[in-house]
């Protein structure tokens, strides 16, 4: 069975009513051999990697044989996630690397030390990126910085925005490809 976590962006509300995020764990449940799971997260609005990280993998069962999609503060998430602990790979969206001048930001701790790239490339031997360049949140130069530092397989949209929508197709192809190579 295949372990896949949705991690979303920081917000509140229920999750599974927000952007793509049900829409793409009912898809991934419909595939065989996959368990896809979506939670509401703690501390939602700041989105605390000191608190984030251990649900990930106390409560959330992140491992070694879990692919982690994260989305905006989910990608930062997953990609700390992976500085730390073995996954079989990771699946951002709308992902930056600083904290953009923003204090919300810059208190939920992902942005206080360097990244780690070549630890996060070992510990996730395979890396798939989504952006856009017309994303109103973070310019196409922070995304760019992540997918250089990760190595990432960069998918690179015009007209995306910041993954706002209520389904999200690509994703769906990206995660069947990757577990059709046995990955």
Known sequence: MTHIVIIPGNGGGDVTRANWYGWA???LNELDGVKCDLRNMP?????RESIWIPFMRDEMGCGEE????????GAEAAMRFAEKYKVKGIVIVSACFSD???ENERA???????????????????????????DPFISWSEQQ?????????LHKFQDKGHFMNTCFPQLID??????KEGK
Do not use: C, M
């Not at 501390?43 to 989105?47: K, N, T």
């Not at 879990?66 to 503060?73: A, K, P, Y």
């Not at 910085?145 to 397989?153: C, M, P, T």
């Not at 990206?174 to 577990?179: F, N, P, Y």
């Open 25 to 27: 764990q009912r898809k």
């Open 43 to 47: 501390d939602p609005v700041i989105a």
């Open 66 to 73: 879990t692919i982690i999609v994260g989305h905006s503060s």
């Open 100 to 102: 953009l001048g923003d």
């Open 108 to 134: 939920s701790g992902y942005y206080s030390r360097p990244w780690e790239w070549p630890r996060i490339r070992e510990n996730a031997p395979w890396r798939v990126q989504f952006g856009s360049t017309d």
């Open 145 to 153: 910085q992540v997918a250089d530092g990760l190595e990432s397989d």
């Open 174 to 179: 990206v995660i069947k490809k990757k577990l």
